[in-house]
């Protein structure tokens, strides 16, 4: 199995793998696989690689609120979101999508509620550094509102800015 021979390479690099998906079509020996790697890298902390494999962002709602439910914790935003797949990473700022396509197919669908979304004809195999540096050129160039409009993105910026500056 593959991931038997790269394990060692990327525990020795300090990569923590995580395995977010459904396991429950995994057979067995896969599925062993794939917990002794996220046990032999668990204490690694250079990089947290997630290899996304019958993943969809619907799957991870349910589970998550399946989860809490069998713990009998109340169903938040908060706890939600702590219980997803890929709570651990945060949620993405940027979601770059090539070939084309203009859709997000199910994908972290939780965690994108406030990204930024880079759509590109690009295709992933022809997707370098100068396309990149247009995503993040595009990125850099939009206002970050957060649900909020421009005038209370203003308004917060400006307490903020008093605030820090110690006249609250």
């Known amino acids: 199995m593959a991931l038997s021979r790269e394990v060692p390479s990327l525990r020795q690099s300090g990569v923590r793998l995580h395995f977010p998906g459904d396991r429950a079509s995994l057979s067995a020996r896969v599925a062993q696989g794939v917990r002794a790697a996220e046990q032999d890298t668990a204490l690694n902390h250079k990089l947290l690689l997630n290899v996304c494999f019958n993943y969809g962002g619907r799957w991870d709602i349910v589970h998550a609120a399946r989860t809490l439910a069998e713990r009998g914790e109340p ?52 997707f370098d550094e100068a396309e990149l540096d247009r995503a993040l050129a595009e990125f850099a160039g939009r206002e970050r509102r957060y649900g909020l409009i421009s005038e209370q993105v203003e308004a917060t910026e ?6 820090g500056q110690g006249h609250a």
């Open 75 to 126: 169903i938040t935003e908060a706890s939600l979101s702590a219980a997803t797949a890929l709570s651990a990473v945060g949620d993405p700022d940027l979601l770059i999508r090539t070939g084309g396509e203009k859709r997000i197919s199910n994908f972290l669908l939780w965690q994108l509620a406030y990204a930024e979304l880079h759509f590109t004809d690009c295709l992933w195999p022809d």
């Open 158 to 163: 400006t307490v903020e800015s008093v605030v």
